[in-house]
């Protein structure tokens, strides 16, 4: 395949003119105590990517016990378009008393750094209530390369500078910005071909057009496991249970930054700190619940319930990392 124009990445957001103008879970929380009359009505948690993608299907999965919990009708809306940024710039924009939730992932710490002309700053305008799950990313290369483990892949590569390319799932998404990373770490001179989602990677990497992509473990986990890719290594501090065996970039060498996906949910800044505790609590309720838990290892995601204190830690530390990264990869707007 012909690659893609080289040089500093790129990211192209056509829907930005028209738009804009972790701890373990414990044993099941008891019922909570209304917080101030909290909720008085329906919920409406705000997924800001299309129906059928995995932040839509967390806050799918979440909603219906965190209802339960709550008492009152939890509705999941979409409101997509600006790689997040329309649906988050709603929610900003609601009354901070916890009726309107927005569920978010690697976007809500990115955007910040690459859309210009946002009505609203995502440092301050939300209050994270709980970082709901992270989802491992594993490097994978197709069987034509001649690497069983990562140095040699590494040393392979940089016998061939400049005639190489790689895939992500789109610009700026987590397996970019992981690729980026990785990159740059090892030394490698190689093309970005970024496409419209993980699984439209899949056909050239399977092809052997690209020789690398991080994909998350729901999507690649099986084709390690069936011989079509090889796993090279994990972009997190943790091994996946699933791959036993694949080491993390850490322990081979590369002490680059977590790059998981993920996804936290967060109300309008201002909410009150019981609102917080008791949106908390239902999360928790939710992650405890069986066939909740089990539906999220079917799709690799780990189920956090962190308490909003740690939430926003955790979402303050990935937008200063992954905002160095923006600037020193030069990841841009046209």
Same mark, same amino acid.
């Given at each position: 395949?012909?690659?893609?124009? /080289?040089?500093?990445?790129?990211?192209?957001?056509?829907? &930005?003119?028209?738009?804009?103008?972790?701890?373990?879970?414990? +044993? /099941?929380?008891?019922?909570?105590?209304?917080?101030?009359?909290? =909720?008085? /009505?329906?919920?409406?948690?705000?997924?800001?990517?299309?129906?059928?993608?995995? #932040?839509?299907?967390?806050?799918?999965?979440?909603? =219906?016990?965190?209802?339960?919990?709550?008492?009152?009708?939890?509705?999941?809306?979409?409101?997509?378009?600006?790689?997040?940024?329309?649906?988050?710039?709603?929610?900003a924009e609601q009354p901070p008393d916890g009726h309107t939730?927005?569920?978010?992932?690697?976007?809500?710490?990115?955007? +910040?750094?690459?859309?210009?002309?946002?009505? &609203?700053?995502?440092?301050?305008? &939300?209050? +994270?209530?709980?970082?709901?799950?992270?989802?491992?990313?594993?490097?994978?290369?197709?069987?034509?390369?001649?690497?069983?483990?990562?140095?040699?892949?590494?040393?392979?590569?940089?016998?061939?500078?400049?005639?190489?390319?790689?895939?992500?799932?789109?610009?700026? #998404?987590?397996?970019?910005?992981?690729?980026?990373?990785?990159?740059?770490?090892?030394?490698?001179?190689?093309?970005?071909?970024?496409?419209?989602?993980?699984?439209?990677?899949?056909?050239?990497?399977?092809?052997?057009?690209?020789v690398f992509a991080f994909a998350t473990v729901s999507v690649?986990s099986q084709l390690v496991r069936d011989g079509r890719l090889?796993?090279?290594?994990?972009?997190?501090?943790?091994?996946?249970?699933?791959?036993?065996?694949?080491?993390?970039?850490? !322990?081979?060498?590369?002490?680059?930054?977590?790059?998981?996906?993920?996804?936290?949910?967060?109300?309008?800044?201002?909410?009150?700190?019981?609102?917080?505790?008791?949106?908390?609590?239902?999360?928790?309720?939710?992650?405890?619940? +069986?066939?909740?838990?089990?539906?999220?290892?079917?799709?690799?995601?780990? #189920?956090?319930?962190?308490?909003?204190? !740690?939430?926003? /830690?955790?979402?303050?530390?990935?937008?200063?990392?992954?905002?160095?990264?923006?600037?020193?990869?030069?990841?841009?707007? !046209?």
């Amino acid at each position: 395949m012909a690659p893609a124009r /080289r040089g500093a990445h790129v990211t192209r957001r056509r829907a &930005f003119a028209a738009g804009l103008g972790a701890a373990a879970l414990g +044993p /099941r929380p008891p019922a909570a105590q209304p917080a101030g009359g909290f =909720p008085s /009505r329906p919920i409406r948690l705000v997924s800001p990517y299309p129906p059928g993608g995995g #932040t839509d299907t967390t806050a799918r999965l979440i909603g =219906p016990p965190m209802s339960e919990f709550l008492g009152q009708p939890i509705v999941v809306e979409n409101r997509p378009g600006a790689g997040g940024a329309i649906g988050a710039g709603h929610v900003a924009e609601q009354p901070p008393d916890g009726h309107t939730l927005l569920v978010d992932s690697l976007g809500h710490v990115v955007n +910040p750094h690459l859309l210009r002309g946002l009505r &609203f700053d995502y440092a301050v305008a &939300f209050a +994270p209530v709980s970082l709901v799950t992270v989802l491992r990313q594993i490097l994978v290369v197709p069987p034509s390369v001649p690497a069983g483990i990562l140095a040699e892949f590494v040393a392979w590569a940089k016998a061939r500078p400049g005639r190489l390319s790689w895939g992500s799932s789109g610009n700026a #998404t987590g397996s970019h910005l992981a690729g980026v990373l990785f990159t740059r770490a090892a030394g490698l001179d190689m093309t970005h071909v970024p496409y419209r989602g993980g699984s439209a990677v899949l056909p050239d990497l399977l092809a052997g057009n690209i020789v690398f992509a991080f994909a998350t473990v729901s999507v690649g986990s099986q084709l390690v496991r069936d011989g079509r890719l090889k796993g090279l290594a994990i972009a997190s501090r943790e091994r996946v249970a699933s791959l036993p065996g694949i080491a993390t970039m850490a !322990e081979l060498g590369f002490p680059m930054a977590d790059m998981d996906e993920w996804n936290v949910l967060t109300s309008p800044a201002g909410t009150p700190p019981a609102v917080l505790a008791r949106l908390h609590q239902a999360v928790r309720h939710a992650l405890a619940q +069986p066939h909740v838990r089990d539906r999220f290892a079917q799709i690799g995601a780990v #189920t956090v319930g962190s308490s909003p204190e !740690e939430a926003a /830690r955790f979402v303050a530390e990935r937008r200063e990392a992954l905002g160095r990264l923006v600037r020193e990869a030069h990841i841009t707007i !046209e």
